[in-house]
């Protein structure tokens, strides 16, 4: 039985499968505390119970143990449960086990292998899980088909210097930055489409925010314009926020969150446009918005907050508005207290002419983007998208001050092992 099971179920007598948490022995009694995926129980073993006693006395931390016996209530175990085992066996008795006290950051990012079977990654790592399983039943219910789209490409989405490049049998290939353009090439067979996959940004940014392989939902839909693509994002938030409040609730409480504070976000979100928001930090037009001002934006906000309105040069692909052409039909959402960014998107240039010279204004190569441009030729429609950063978004939820605690293996600009 899986350890939750007996705390809700509470049977006479039970079995368990799990690894030796804690351990001490008195008085001809070993106290262990035995976990699983699921929660912690306290053991008890008598003296006369022979082998199971013998076994016992030799377990390490971190063994795997199988353990039958009686369950008993006792208010001075942890939970008000105690498992008084039967038999005790060792499934395979641990080395010593190389975490025992504090070590640095960087040491259990080498032993990250082993370090993640912490409580405190379990809860993490469940927090993940149901935010995956939250933005999968989203779109499912908001009717978008869930796509793949390739990790090897051959041209930029987000900036040339940004891109891991690969040898491909002799030819110069990179890992992608982004699904989007393989989005917009789907949206004429599927309309509405999102894929959850890999980005790769070779950045030399070592920030709290960035990894270099990161989980990336993105998003891409025919005939939705910005406005209408801003209200899916608000939607999608607040459901995301919504179900993994539902399913991990526990796990948020015990890593420090107020739960209630992640309750009460509710759409419509603020928005500020560019400008709004340079006027809001007192800094001038010249100046962009990094990291640091997204921080100062957000750290005493309550709910997050809409960017829009954006300068032609934030990307290429970006509509400028038809009626203010010194604008972008873009934006982006920043998370409450400090954490920023977290969504980019908007409405896609969607007229052949209009994204050549989009391409020329930022000094790009056309035959770069033949296949991108090919897609303005056949029936081309208004269409909008989004990048949802998903280790971006449990790190908020989570209230994490560093991304790599929210995924197993961080890759990071200096770092990509184990
Ligand atoms: O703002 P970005 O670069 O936008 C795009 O890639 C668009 N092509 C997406 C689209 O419209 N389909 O990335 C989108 C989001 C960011 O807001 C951020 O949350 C996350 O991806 N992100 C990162 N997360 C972790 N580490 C990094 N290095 C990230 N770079 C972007
Ligand atoms: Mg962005």
Redesign the pocket.
């Known amino acids: 039985m899986r350890i939750k099971e007996l705390f809700s179920q509470k049977p006479e007598f039970a079995e368990i499968r799990g690894w030796v948490y804690r351990i001490r022995s008195s008085g001809g009694i070993v106290f262990a505390v035995v976990r699983d995926s699921t929660g912690i129980i306290q053991v008890t073993v008598k003296k006369e119970k022979g082998e199971a006693f013998k076994n016992a006395s030799e377990v390490s931390l971190e063994s795997s143990v199988v353990i039958k016996g009686r369950i008993k209530v006792d208010e001075r175990a942890p939970g008000g449960l105690e498992l008084e085992s039967e038999t005790f066996e060792i499934i395979s008795l641990a080395e010593k086990f190389p975490i025992q006290e504090d070590y640095s950051e960087e040491y259990l990012l080498d032993i990250r292998h082993i370090a993640i079977r912490a409580r405190r990654y379990s809860n993490i790592f469940k927090i993940r899980s149901a935010t995956f399983n939250a933005l999968r039943d989203f779109f499912n219910e908001e009717g978008y088909y869930e796509t793949q789209c390739p990790m090897i490409v051959t041209s930029m ?2 900036g040339g210097s940004a891109m891991f490049e690969l040898n491909y049998f002799g030819k110069k290939a990179y890992l992608t ?4 353009f393989y ?1 917009e090439a789907l949206i004429y067979s599927l309309e509405q489409v999102y894929t959850i996959a890999p ?1 790769f ?1 070779a ?1 030399k ?1 070592r920030t709290p ?4 392989e ?1 989980w ?1 939902c ?3 839909a025919a005939w939705v314009n910005n406005e209408e693509m801003m209200r899916f994002e608000e939607r999608m938030v607040e459901s995301t926020i919504g179900s993994v409040v539902d399913s991990c609730e526990s796990e948020l409480i015990e890593l420090g969150r107020d739960v209630d504070f992640l309750k009460s976000i509710k759409p419509p979100f603020e928005r500020l446009t560019y400008k709004q928001a340079l006027k809001e930090l007192g800094i001038g037009e010249e100046e962009e918005i990094g990291a640091d001002e997204e921080y100062a934006l957000t750290i005493k906000r309550k709910k997050p907050v809409f960017i829009t309105e954006f300068p032609r040069k934030k990307g290429f692909y970006h509509r400028p508005d038809p009626e203010k052409p010194e604008v972008l039909l873009c934006h ?1 959402l920043l998370f409450p207290e400090g954490y920023g ?6 409405e896609r240039v969607w007229d052949k002419n209009e994204l050549i010279e989009r391409i020329k204004e930022f000094n790009l190569n056309e035959k770069d983007y033949e296949w991108y441009i090919d897609l303005r030729r056949y029936g081309s429609v208004p269409h909008s ?5 998903i ?3 449990v790190r908020w939820i989570a209230k994490l001050n560093h ?1 790599r605690d929210t995924i197993p293996f961080p890759r990071t600009i200096n770092r990509y092992y184990p």
């Open positions: 989405v987000e930055q982004s699904s989007q989005l980005s940004r950045e940014s925010r960035h990894l270099t990161f990336h993105e998003a891409e982006d960014e977290i969504i980019g998107g908007g998208g989004f990048g949802f950063g280790d971006r978004f991304i």
